[in-house]
C-alpha cells in the first residue's frame, strides 16, 4: 500500500513553495515516509534592475511578502553599481532601461555568479542574443510566475520535514 499526501504547512506562504520529494519505499515497508523540501525568498537579496517606478514597486512586494530583502535599481549605472557593491543570491532584469540596452548588466550579472532573470515586456529576440538560454518572466505577469522565477534562480535550502505514518 501506498499514499500520496499533500497538505499545507502552516509557515508557507503558497504552495508554488512546496516541492514533494518521495522516498523509494516499497508497499510492504511497514512506513511511508514523504519529504517536503522547501523553497523560501526569506532572507535572501535580490536585485530588481526595472525603470518604471511602479513596476519596480509591484515586483517588491511580491518578494518582500515572500520574506525577501531588495535593492532596486533604476538605471544601468545603478545597477552596475550595486553588483560592484554589494551580494545578491539573485536578479531581475528589466529588457531594456529608459531605451538603453542591458547587455552590460547581464554580463555584469554573469561575471559576479549572480543568476538572473528578464522580467520584460519584450520576447526573448529582443534580449542580448548571448543571453538567449535566460528565463524570461513576460509582462503583465501574475504573482506566481514571478515567485516561481525567482525560486528557479536560487538553490533550495529548505528543511525537510519527514511524516510517517504507521501501518498496522
Known amino acids: ?8 504547512l502552516p509557515r508557507l506562504a503558497s504552495d508554488d513553495n512546496v516541492l514533494p520529494v518521495r522516498d523509494s519505499s516499497t508497499s510492504a515497508e511497514l512506513h511511508s515516509e514523504t519529504k517536503i523540501v522547501t523553497a523560501t525568498l526569506a532572507g535572501r537579496r535580490i536585485l530588481i534592475v526595472e525603470d518604471e517606478p511602479l513596476v ?4 517588491e512586494n511580491i518578494l518582500q511578502d515572500e520574506g525577501a530583502e531588495i535593492k532596486i535599481a533604476g538605471s544601468v549605472t545603478a545597477a552596475l553599481q550595486n553588483i560592484a557593491q554589494s ?4 536578479a531581475l532584469l528589466d529588457g531594456n532601461l529608459q531605451g538603453s540596452p542591458v547587455d552590460e548588466i547581464a554580463a555584469a550579472l554573469t561575471r559576479a555568479k549572480i543568476p538572473f532573470a528578464f522580467v520584460s515586456g519584450y520576447g526573448k529576440q529582443n534580449h542580448p542574443s548571448s543571453f538567449a538560454s535566460v528565463t524570461v518572466v513576460t509582462k503583465p505577469f501574475l504573482p506566481s510566475e514571478l515567485l516561481r522565477a525567482t525560486l528557479g534562480l536560487l538553490p533550495a535550502r529548505g528543511e525537510v520535514v519527514r511524516l510517517a505514518k504507521t501501518i498496522g
Not at 1 to 8: K, P
Not at 56 to 59: K, S
Open 1 to 8: 500500500m501506498s499514499w500520496d499526501l499533500s497538505f499545507r
Open 56 to 59: 519596480a514597486i509591484e515586483i
Open 87 to 90: 551580494q545578491f543570491d539573485a
